[in-house]
């Protein structure tokens, strides 16, 4: 079975400093890995994803997250806050075989203070 | 044009009352799912169909009833609506390659 623990339910820091949301997964199958954002009365929508290959991926507004095996960990980082990046934002799992269900974490609150 | 579009937006409904929650995707995708947001945004998956064939049905209650008419639509049927049904349902679609999600805007069911 998966599963996916997001630490911290709301975390918060000023603008322009920089943003790390933690993940971690349990899998027993190779993992496919995602981050999604929600905005206030919006469905999620993708940040970006691990599939194979490199092991730091980048996605939309300058988010990355880096796979990390023996951590079992795919946090999700961003250098700098920018106010419109206040929103929900959930790590996700699924397995490589194609595995229909998609497991998500509980999601985390991303507060940017000016 | 919305890729996966629900329908409707928000339901205000009494206890005990029958509602239906339709979603239509045009991305072609084979996979569809109905997720459960609830008060805390946590999200569990209810039922995915897989070209029209149901593949996952995750213990919830039989008053929910999915149906898959054709490949680009799913519904969802709540009988004898309970106060705890009341939620975000989203409608989603899965990318055949890498399992990406592609939501819907979501339909959010209250419950008096």
């Known amino acids: 079975a998966q599963s996916v623990t997001q630490l911290g339910s709301h975390v918060s820091v000023s603008e322009g400093a920089l943003v790390l949301l933690r993940c971690n997964y349990s899998?027993?199958?190779?993992?496919?890995l995602f981050w999604y954002v929600q905005y206030p009365n919006q469905g999620l929508q993708l940040l970006l994803k691990?599939?194979?290959?490199?092991?730091l991926v980048k996605g939309i507004n300058g988010f990355e997250a880096e796979f990390k095996k023996s951590e079992t960990s795919f946090h999700l980082t961003k250098p700098s806050a920018h106010m419109s990046d206040a929103a929900e934002y959930f790590c996700?799992?699924?397995?490589?075989?194609?595995?229909?269900?998609?497991?998500f974490g509980a999601g985390t609150r991303l507060f940017v203070k000016a | 044009d919305t890729a996966v579009s629900q329908t409707p937006k928000y339901l205000v409904t009494q206890m005990g009352n029958d509602k239906s929650i339709k979603c239509e995707q045009n991305l072609g995708h084979d996979t569809m799912y109905w997720y459960k947001q609830d008060s805390k945004k946590f999200l569990k998956i209810m039922f995915s169909?897989?070209?029209?064939?149901?593949?996952i049905n995750e213990t919830v209650p039989n008053r929910f009833s999915p149906k898959s008419p054709d490949k680009a639509h799913l519904n969802l049927h709540i009988n004898s609506l309970e106060l705890g049904d009341s939620a975000v349902y989203f409608c989603?679609?899965?990318?055949?390659?890498?399992?990406?999600?592609?939501f819907g805007e979501g339909s959010r069911l209250t419950v008096l």
């Open positions: 899998s027993s199958v190779p993992p496919y």
């Open positions: 989603a679609t899965r990318g055949v390659t890498t399992g990406e999600l592609f």
């Open positions: 691990y599939t194979t290959g490199a092991t």
């Open positions: 996700a799992v699924s397995d490589q075989g194609g595995g229909f269900k998609t497991i």
């Open positions: 169909y897989n070209n029209k064939e149901l593949i």
